[in-house]
C-alpha cells in the first residue's frame, strides 16, 4: 500500500490550494482516508477525513474553508483549502485506516503517505 500526496506550495492568505492523495494497492471506497497537518514544534493535528460511503468531516479550524472529496477510479482523494490562513502552515498527510470510518485520531490509520509542505504568507 502506498499514499502519494501532492500539490503542497506556496500560497498568499485568503487564496486556495487543492491536495491530492493518490492511493495504491487499495480502494478508495473500502478505505477511510484522513487528512492531518503538523506545524513545527507541534502535534499532527486532524484536518478532515472521508468514509467509505464517502461522507466527510472536518476539524474545527477548516470547517467552512476545507473540503475532501474523492475520485474512485482514479484511486486518489483531494482536499481543497479555501480561504487559508497563515496558521494553516504546515506539513499534510494523508492517511488510510482498514475499517470503514475515518478517526480523528493519527494513531487509528495504518498507512501514511509521506506529507506535502503547505505554507501560507500573510
Known amino acids: 500500500v502506498q499514499l502519494q500526496a501532492s500539490g503542497g506550495g506556496l500560497v498568499q492568505a485568503g487564496g486556495s490550494l487543492r491536495l491530492s492523495c493518490a492511493a495504491s494497492?487499495?480502494?478508495?471506497?473500502?478505505?477511510?482516508l484522513g487528512w492531518f497537518r503538523q506545524a513545527p514544534g507541534k502535534e499532527r493535528d486532524f484536518v478532515g477525513g472521508?468514509?467509505?460511503?464517502?461522507?466527510?468531516g472536518y476539524g474545527d479550524s477548516v470547517k467552512g474553508r476545507f473540503r475532501i472529496s474523492r475520485d474512485i477510479a482514479k484511486k486518489t482523494v483531494y482536499l481543497q483549502m479555501n480561504n487559508m490562513k497563515p496558521e494553516d502552515t504546515a506539513i499534510y498527510y494523508c492517511?488510510?485506516?482498514?475499517?470503514?470510518?475515518?478517526?480523528?485520531?493519527?494513531?487509528?490509520?495504518?498507512?501514511w503517505g509521506q506529507g506535502t509542505q503547505v505554507t501560507v504568507s500573510s
Open positions: 492517511a488510510a485506516r482498514q475499517l470503514t470510518a475515518y478517526s480523528t485520531r493519527d494513531r487509528d490509520y495504518d498507512y
Open positions: 494497492g487499495i480502494s478508495v471506497s473500502r478505505y477511510a
Open positions: 472521508i468514509n467509505w460511503k464517502g461522507w466527510t
